[in-house]
């Protein structure tokens, strides 16, 4: 079983990195300072989302960070899976499938009522993992999205 720790403010420089490569992947460079300061209010305990390191804490081979939010619709405290990373050299071997098992049991304990994950459209990859840890679309959504940054 792949461990989950919750990452502190002594995880940052271990995460960074991490961070980093997975903005590369997906077509950006991302902006160093500005990961930073978003990344540090979770690794310092704020309540509004949480960042799990995947394997082992002093040499971690992904992260997960989750938003928390609040819906009537699901009963109460939910989470959103903002970003998962998984080392590119050991992906295909289950762990991603290993830590959406995981974070239920852990989160579920604590009140969690449902765990969300957005996906690309076309990404066929992530949408079969996450149907496969019986995540389900919600056809009859549509995510929006007002920015309040410039």
Known sequence: MTALTLARPGDLDRLLPMVAARAA??????????????????????????????????????YVLLSFGWSLAAGGLTARIDEMHIRRAVRGRGIGSEVLGSLPRALGAAGLRAIEVETGRSDARARALFARRRFHPLEDRVTLRLSLSG
């Open 25 to 62: 992947e997906a077509g950006g460079a991302g902006d160093a300072a500005a990961t930073r300061a978003a990344l540090l209010p979770l690794l310092e305990g704020c309540p509004h989302g949480a960042v799990y390191l995947v394997g082992p804490a002093r040499a971690p081979i992904g």
